[in-house]
C-alpha cells in the first residue's frame, strides 16, 4: 500500500452533538415543569428566551424532554358531552 491508500479521506461531523444547546438548561426545564406542569411547549421556548437568553424551537424542547423520558401532552380542552348535561 502507498502512502494515499493508508490515509482514509473521510468527512467531519457537522453540527452540534444532539441537546447540546439544551442539556445545561436540562434542570431548569424539569424544575418549571414541576411547577407548572400545564406550561406549553411554546411558554418554555418563551421562557428560555426571556429568562436564559437561549433562542430555540419547541422541537428541541419536547426533544430534550423526550430523550428525558419525560411524557409531555398538552390538549386542548374539549367541549362537554351532550349527554353529561342530563
Do not use: C
Request: charged share 30%; hydrophobic share 40%; no cysteine.
Amino acid at each position: 500500500m502507498g502512502t494515499a491508500e493508508a490515509r482514509a479521506v473521510r468527512p467531519a461531523k457537522q453540527g452540534q452533538p444532539k441537546g447540546a444547546v439544551l442539556d445545561a438548561h436540562a434542570n431548569f426545564i424539569l424544575s418549571v415543569l414541576a411547577e407548572a406542569p400545564d406550561t406549553t411547549l411554546d411558554e418554555m421556548v418563551e421562557r428560555l428566551r426571556d429568562e436564559r437568553a437561549v433562542t430555540v424551537v419547541r422541537t428541541v424542547v419536547w426533544k430534550l424532554l423526550d430523550r428525558r423520558g419525560q411524557t409531555y401532552k398538552k390538549r386542548p380542552p374539549m367541549p362537554a358531552s351532550k349527554r353529561a348535561q342530563m
